[in-house]
T-cell receptor, first 114, second 112 residues
Framework: GAGVSQSPSNKVTEKGKDVELRCDPI?????LYWYRQRLGQGLEFLIY????????KSGLPSDRFSAERTGESVSTLTIQRTQQEDSAVYLC????????????FGPGTRLLVL | SQQGEEDPQALSIQEGENATMNCSYK?????LQWYRQNSGRGLVHLIL?????REKHSGRLRVTLDTSKKSSSLLITASRAADTASYFC????????????FGSGTQLTVLP
């Protein structure tokens, strides 16, 4: 079946602009996660959605970052007034409620802020 | 600070040799997972070991877990050039599956 998809694959933007990243989870997966990965580093947790529960936003680095999810489908991660330090790969993952220990990752969006 | 830290940061071996990567973590865990990442893109889940397990196998992969030392190892036997990738350990400290905490990874290069 289809895996997690993310768009765009690559995004180049100018400092100060807003960007919106999209994630389509695997159909039926109730949990959705966003991570950030800077060059040569591990993944940093950003935000977690589980069904209709309030999201866990504890990993968002600043109020310039926000994310939304419509029901159990698409999620968008928005970065306002981008800074050069926002340059990274943004990875989305989803997992089914019954086996939510294992996360299934999308290919990521590589963001470059000039 | 990172919950999981992999060691070594980079490893280069010849095809056919075994590769061993280690992971240390700080807090109690419910389970520990290993993921693989090619070319800085999406991660692929390899194996999950629970806190009450000591060893687990999957194909050419062997994972051990020592909760007393808060460490885990991933062994890839008879490595292939296609195994070249970054390998990350990830822990779920809360056991709630709300998030995983990843280490900084081991970059494995398998030379043909």
């Amino acid at each position: 079946g289809a895996g997690v998809s993310q768009s765009p694959s690559n995004k180049v933007t100018e400092k100060g602009k807003d960007v919106e990243l999209r994630c389509d989870p695997i159909s039926g997966h109730t949990a959705l996660y966003w991570y950030r990965q800077r060059l040569g580093q591990g993944l940093e947790f950003l935000i977690y959605f589980q069904g209709n529960s309030a999201p866990d936003k504890s990993g968002l680095p600043s109020d310039r970052f926000s994310a939304e999810r419509t029901g159990e489908s698409v999620s968008t991660l928005t970065i306002q007034r981008t800074q050069q330090e926002d340059s990274a790969v943004y990875l989305c993952a989803s997992s089914p409620y019954q086996r939510r220990e294992t996360q299934y990752f999308g290919p990521g969006t590589r963001l470059l802020v000039l | 600070s990172q919950q999981g830290e992999e060691d070594p940061q980079a490893l280069s071996i010849q095809e056919g040799e075994n590769a061993t990567m280690n992971c240390s973590y700080k807090t109690s865990i419910n389970n520990l997972q290993w993921y693989r990442q090619n070319s800085g893109r999406g991660l692929v889940h390899l194996i999950l070991i629970r806190s009450n397990e000591r060893e687990k196998h999957s194909g050419r992969l062997r994972v051990t877990l020592d909760t007393s030392k808060k460490s885990s190892s991933l062994l890839i036997t008879a490595s292939r050039a296609a195994d070249t990738a970054s390998y990350f350990c990830a822990t779920d400290p809360s056991g709630s599956a709300r998030q995983l905490t990843f280490g900084s990874g081991t970059q494995l290069t398998v030379l043909p």
